[in-house]
């Protein structure tokens, strides 16, 4: 009572930060507060909201409703004033708890364990007992080697009727505990440099195109530094199904006129270039450009030779080897036959392009034909030769996130550490053992083991009963305890 | 033979091994409860095999590769995966601790949810995978997640034998939280169960659960049907509220002490934290990163793992202040488990988000 009453404010308001009970309410009111954020759509119109207000409350009070919860910032709450703060007092409390256990910590961790008398060693309640035959000095070396070969070093004292042997193991996993909890400091911090110094931006980039720039979620314009071009994209199916297998943008980068780095990206593969990344988010057709698109031909002669083309809607085309000729009369970006043998598109985006080819021979009509990309059986013609549509290139575009977050290796920084730290607290212990030998007045040697552990004895328990018995098997003694 | 006949002996193991571990409880014999065991192991080793058999499987239809082609891209085979962990967490229980008599309590639960997910007609085919899934990062990440919700679904059994045995008075906190939480679980069971007698639906678990769920009870359209399921459910709660103490006497007679009961809960959450820091939270932001481009957005699945995360960490600190202890730590382990559940099923079913398997538009 009398030490409370001398405390001063600081004092107090130290006490407050150090303590866990502060913790426990911060992770109770983090937790509860998120909820709410997972019900209401974030950052969204308001109307959306207004709806999911009214479902918990009623028509007439959902607009009200919302209007407070808005003022709170709810409609944004991880980024409220609040939230941050309950982010703020919960880094303050870790901070303070820390500083304030460390120092206790870090002398358990560094001063040598203390010797004990046997009285102490037989309170733990990993205790072990065995006599051996012969005086201290001609059992010692049964001993240490036995603690040798259970894993641990030792200090050795000399003592009045024998000797003690002192080990620990581990007091630096002691630390773990706190290796995660700055953990938590180091992400947090990461977090920070990336709103501060990075970027999140879009750039919708029709195949052929080139950029300088990418676009904030608000319209801003970001300069990049340099220019990024679309080289081509394309869209993977499974099989002859719509689902996707793979979308793929082959992308260049150029600077000062020169293309420095291409990749194709995919999915779950980005490209960086200079701290700028730019992922495969989405993609679509320009309905503008849809009859401007180029198809690029492989004709294959009837002879097998080869040849690549590009054309345009409405342009013709020779077959080699043969006096048969081509002109492009249509186009579907997702053709689809109905049960009437009707064709139609049936998607607005490029599922499985087609082409309408009429063919001629010598000047003369003959037939025309559906060419499908993704039915290379519709590519051999009866006459020998095959024409194989490789792509309608020009009239999509990718649509790629750009971001640039200086901040990211920080943040896997302090995910490994906190990973290793949390290991560590859970899966590692401090283990200190005790071995004393003493005379017994028959000219034989009590051995007395003590140990402790501050997480997990039942494991340690283990050791202690395999040294136990390694000392016992030397010389055929018995244990107690 | 192919998978599905080996998930059908496994089913049926953990069954008939239900039986076992019960008779067991009852007669104390020990060839009893090495039979059980021996029943438990075979119906693990058989589900071993079938969950290998239909990566195989996924692996040659899909031409992807082995590693991508892990079973555990939808609802049915990551519930099937959840089992096999508990499982395997059940066993190493069984020879650490030496006691059996949890078996009567996990394998129903196994044995249970393999049985639903055949009744439910869940959707078994084997499903090629979007763009945004195909990532190691994401399977590490779904394999880790499994475990640890395994290793929390074993603190969760144990927080409420806990809370069962120690409770007294029907009036304490504790008694009525574990009441409760006991009567809602049976409550939401059964008015699924409805809803698969009223539709006998066989569609995706996503689909039923967007479009049938409650539907045949809480959410009929007939106010009598609501009234009823309403009146049911508060029917049950109390009947679980007033007759609690034979549950008590059910669990009195395992011979589990409550102090080996708290240590389990640690333990299992002591194991299931660092692994679901590691593989739910890190390697979950490492893929969203990748696929992308953001660690974190905030999204609903993402929020709740870090609701469920700070559950957790509220429990391993609350163990740590004076008066927590006990009773109260249960209970905290207790609402994690629940969280859980809600960011696997709740998240995916009933707030639609970025994770809700987005594909790109
Ligand atoms: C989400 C953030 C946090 C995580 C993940 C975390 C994690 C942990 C873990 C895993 C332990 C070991 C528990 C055990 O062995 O049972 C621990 C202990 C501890 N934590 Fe935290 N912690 C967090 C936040 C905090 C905060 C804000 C405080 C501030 C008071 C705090 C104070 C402590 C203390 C004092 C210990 C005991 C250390 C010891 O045994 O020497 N923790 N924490």
Same mark, same amino acid.
């Given at each position: 009572?009398?030490?409370?009453?001398?405390?001063?404010?600081?004092?107090?308001?130290?006490?407050?930060?150090?303590?866990?009970?502060?913790?426990?309410?911060?992770?109770?009111?983090?937790?509860?507060?998120?909820?709410?954020?997972?019900?209401?759509?974030?950052? !969204?119109?308001?109307?959306?909201?207004?709806?999911?207000?009214?479902?918990?409350?009623?028509?007439?009070?959902?607009?009200?409703?919302?209007?407070?919860?808005?003022?709170?910032?709810?409609?944004?709450?991880? !980024?409220?004033?609040?939230?941050?703060?309950?982010?703020?007092?919960?880094?303050?409390?870790?901070?303070?708890?820390?500083?304030?256990?460390?120092?206790?910590?870090?002398?358990?961790?560094?001063?040598?364990?203390?010797?004990?008398?046997?009285?102490?060693?037989?309170?733990?309640?990993?205790?072990?007992?065995?006599?051996?035959?012969?005086?201290?000095?001609?059992?010692?070396?049964?001993?240490?080697?036995?603690?040798?070969?259970?894993?641990?070093?030792?200090?050795?004292?000399?003592?009045?009727?024998?000797?003690?042997?002192?080990?620990?193991?581990?007091?630096?996993?002691?630390?773990?505990?706190?290796?995660?909890?700055?953990?938590?400091?180091?992400?947090?911090?990461?977090?920070?440099?990336?709103?501060?110094?990075?970027?999140?931006? !879009?750039?919708?980039?029709?195949?052929?195109?080139?950029?300088?720039?990418?676009?904030?979620?608000?319209?801003?314009?970001?300069?990049?530094?340099?220019?990024?071009?679309?080289?081509?994209?394309?869209?993977?199916?499974?099989?002859?199904?719509?689902?996707?297998?793979?979308?793929?943008?082959?992308?260049?980068?150029?600077?000062?006129?020169?293309?420095?780095?291409?990749?194709?990206?995919?999915?779950?593969?980005?490209?960086?270039?200079?701290?700028?990344?730019?992922?495969?988010?989405?993609?679509?057709?320009?309905?503008?450009?849809?009859?401007?698109?180029?198809?690029?031909?492989?004709?294959?002669?009837?002879?097998?030779?080869?040849?690549?083309?590009?054309?345009?809607? +409405?342009?013709?085309?020779?077959?080699? +080897?043969?006096?048969?000729?081509?002109?492009?009369?249509?186009?579907?970006?997702?053709?689809?036959?109905?049960?009437?043998?009707?064709?139609?598109?049936?998607?607005?985006?490029?599922?499985?392009?087609?082409?309408?080819?009429?063919?001629?021979?010598?000047?003369?009509?003959?037939?025309?034909?559906?060419?499908?990309?993704?039915?290379?059986?519709?590519?051999?013609?009866?006459?020998?030769?095959?024409?194989?549509?490789?792509?309608?290139?020009?009239?999509?575009?990718?649509?790629?996130?750009?971001?640039?977050?200086?901040?990211?290796?920080?943040?896997?920084?302090?995910?490994?550490?906190?990973?290793?730290?949390?290991?560590?607290?859970?899966?590692?212990? !401090?283990?200190?053992?005790?071995?004393?030998?003493?005379?017994?007045?028959?000219?034989?040697?009590?051995?007395?083991?003590?140990?402790?552990?501050?997480?997990?004895?039942?494991?340690?328990?283990?050791?202690?009963?395999?040294?136990?018995?390694?000392?016992?098997?030397?010389?055929? +003694?018995?244990?107690?305890? | 033979?192919?998978?599905?006949?080996?998930?059908?002996?496994?089913?049926?193991?953990?069954?008939?091994?239900?039986?076992?571990?019960?008779?067991?409880?009852?007669?104390?014999?020990?060839?009893?409860?090495?039979?059980?065991?021996?029943?438990?192991?075979?119906?693990?080793?058989?589900?071993?095999?079938?969950?290998?058999?239909?990566?195989?499987?996924?692996?040659?239809?899909?031409?992807?590769?082995?590693?991508?082609?892990?079973?555990?891209?939808?609802?049915?085979?990551?519930?099937?995966?959840?089992?096999?962990?508990?499982?395997?967490?059940?066993?190493?229980?069984?020879?650490?601790?030496?006691?059996?008599?949890?078996?009567?309590?996990?394998?129903?639960?196994?044995?249970?949810?393999?049985?639903?997910?055949?009744?439910?007609?869940?959707?078994?085919?084997?499903?090629?995978?979007?763009?945004?899934?195909?990532?190691?990062?994401?399977?590490?990440?779904?394999?880790?997640?499994?475990?640890?919700?395994?290793?929390?679904?074993?603190?969760?059994?144990?927080?409420?034998?806990?809370?069962?045995?120690?409770?007294?008075?029907?009036?304490?906190?504790?008694?009525?939280?574990?009441?409760?939480?006991?009567?809602?679980?049976?409550?939401?069971?059964?008015?699924?169960?409805?809803?698969?007698?009223?539709?006998?639906?066989?569609?995706?678990?996503?689909?039923?659960?967007?479009?049938?769920?409650?539907?045949?009870?809480?959410?009929?359209?007939?106010?009598?049907?609501?009234?009823?399921?309403?009146?049911?459910?508060?029917?049950?709660?109390?009947?679980?509220?007033?007759?609690?103490?034979?549950?008590?006497?059910?669990?009195?007679?395992?011979?589990?002490?409550?102090?080996?009961?708290?240590?389990?809960?640690?333990?299992?959450?002591?194991?299931?934290?660092?692994?679901?820091?590691?593989?739910?939270?890190?390697?979950?932001?490492?893929?969203?990163?990748?696929?992308?481009?953001?660690?974190?957005?905030?999204?609903?699945?993402?929020?709740?793992?870090?609701?469920?995360?700070?559950?957790?960490?509220?429990?391993?600190?609350?163990?740590?202040?004076?008066?927590?202890?006990?009773?109260?730590?249960?209970?905290?382990?207790?609402?994690?488990?629940?969280?859980?559940?809600?960011?696997?099923?709740?998240?995916?079913?009933?707030?639609?988000?970025?994770?809700?398997?987005?594909?790109?538009?």
């Amino acid at each position: 009572m009398e030490e409370n009453k001398k405390k001063t404010f600081a004092d107090k308001i130290w006490d407050f930060f150090a303590s866990i009970r502060l913790a426990i309410i911060l992770f109770a009111l983090i937790a509860l507060t998120s909820i709410i954020g997972t019900i209401l759509e974030q950052r !969204h119109d308001p109307a959306k909201n207004i709806q999911i207000l009214s479902k918990f409350f009623g028509e007439s009070l959902a607009p009200s409703i919302y209007n407070i919860s808005e003022k709170l910032g709810f409609m944004d709450m991880y !980024h409220s004033w609040w939230f941050v703060g309950l982010l703020i007092l919960f880094s303050i409390n870790i901070v303070i708890c820390s500083l304030e256990r460390l120092p206790k910590i870090w002398k358990t961790i560094k001063e040598p364990v203390k010797s004990l008398s046997e009285e102490q060693l037989k309170k733990f309640i990993l205790n072990r007992e065995i006599i051996l035959k012969g005086k201290p000095d001609k059992v010692k070396d049964t001993v240490t080697n036995a603690i040798k070969r259970t894993g641990f070093s030792y200090i050795e004292v000399k003592e009045d009727n024998g000797y003690q042997f002192i080990s620990q193991k581990g007091n630096y996993s002691r630390l773990g505990v706190y290796l995660a909890h700055f953990s938590i400091l180091i992400i947090l911090i990461g977090a920070i440099i990336g709103i501060f110094w990075g970027f999140n931006g !879009h750039l919708n980039l029709p195949e052929g195109s080139v950029s300088d720039a990418a676009f904030s979620d608000k319209g801003e314009i970001i300069p990049l530094g340099f220019n990024i071009r679309c080289d081509n994209f394309d869209v993977e199916f499974y099989g002859r199904s719509d689902m996707p297998k793979e979308y793929k943008s082959w992308l260049s980068i150029i600077k000062n006129g020169n293309v420095v780095l291409q990749k194709a990206i995919t999915v779950n593969s980005p490209l960086k270039y200079e701290g700028i990344t730019f992922y495969q988010a989405n993609y679509g057709l320009i309905s503008e450009r849809l009859e401007k698109g180029i198809f690029l031909f492989r004709i294959i002669s009837p002879d097998g030779e080869a040849q690549s083309i590009e054309l345009r809607l +409405g342009d013709a085309f020779k077959i080699a +080897g043969t006096n048969m000729s081509g002109r492009i009369v249509d186009f579907s970006p997702a053709l689809k036959i109905d049960h009437k043998g009707q064709a139609f598109t049936y998607a607005d985006l490029m599922n499985n392009p087609a082409v309408l080819i009429e063919f001629s021979e010598s000047g003369k009509h003959k037939y025309s034909g559906w060419i499908l990309k993704r039915y290379p059986e519709t590519w051999q013609l009866s006459e020998g030769p095959r024409v194989e549509f490789t792509d309608y290139w020009g009239v999509e575009f990718t649509g790629l996130q750009v971001r640039k977050d200086p901040g990211v290796w920080v943040v896997y920084l302090g995910c490994i550490t906190i990973s290793i730290g949390l290991f560590i607290a859970f899966f590692m212990s !401090h283990r200190k053992l005790w071995v004393n030998i003493v005379a017994d007045k028959n000219n034989n040697t009590r051995v007395i083991i003590g140990a402790t552990s501050n997480k997990n004895r039942a494991a340690f328990e283990k050791k202690i009963d395999r040294l136990a018995s390694l000392i016992k098997k030397e010389q055929g +003694g018995k244990i107690d305890g | 033979m192919d998978s599905s006949f080996f998930f059908g002996l496994s089913t049926m193991a953990y069954i008939l091994a239900m039986i076992v571990y019960i008779t067991y409880l009852a007669f104390k014999k020990s060839q009893i409860g090495i039979t059980a065991t021996i029943v438990t192991i075979a119906g693990f080793i058989s589900q071993t095999l079938a969950i290998v058999l239909r990566w195989k499987e996924f692996s040659d239809l899909s031409g992807m590769g082995f590693l991508r082609s892990a079973p555990l891209t939808n609802l049915y085979e990551s519930l099937v995966f959840f089992v096999w962990c508990l499982i395997l967490g059940y066993l190493i229980i069984e020879f650490k601790f030496k006691n059996r008599s949890f078996g009567a309590f996990i394998t129903p639960v196994a044995g249970l949810a393999l049985a639903f997910i055949d009744l439910s007609g869940m959707s078994k085919e084997i499903q090629p995978l979007v763009p945004a899934l195909q990532s190691n990062w994401l399977l590490a990440h779904v394999i880790m997640s499994f475990i640890a919700y395994a290793a929390f679904a074993l603190s969760f059994s144990t927080g409420i034998m806990y809370l069962i045995l120690t409770t007294e008075k029907r009036t304490e906190i504790p008694y009525i939280f574990w009441a409760t939480t006991f009567g809602i679980f049976i409550v939401i069971l059964a008015a699924m169960a409805v809803d698969f007698l009223t539709f006998k639906v066989m569609v995706k678990p996503e689909e039923f659960i967007k479009s049938y769920m409650f539907k045949a009870s809480f959410l009929n359209p007939s106010a009598i049907a609501k009234i009823l399921s309403w009146l049911s459910m508060v029917a049950i709660i109390f009947i679980t509220w007033r007759y609690g103490s034979v549950l008590k006497a059910i669990i009195e007679k395992f011979n589990i002490t409550p102090d080996m009961l708290d240590e389990i809960t640690y333990k299992s959450i002591a194991i299931g934290f660092p692994i679901f820091t590691l593989g739910g939270l890190i390697f979950g932001a490492i893929w969203a990163d990748q696929a992308w481009g953001v660690y974190w957005s905030w999204d609903p699945k993402e929020t709740w793992s870090l609701i469920t995360w700070f559950i957790y960490a509220f429990y391993l600190h609350g163990r740590m202040m004076r008066g927590w202890r006990g009773k109260k730590v249960a209970i905290v382990s207790v609402i994690g488990f629940t969280a859980v559940i809600f960011t696997y099923l709740g998240v995916n079913l009933l707030l639609s988000g970025l994770h809700a398997y987005g594909e790109l538009d």
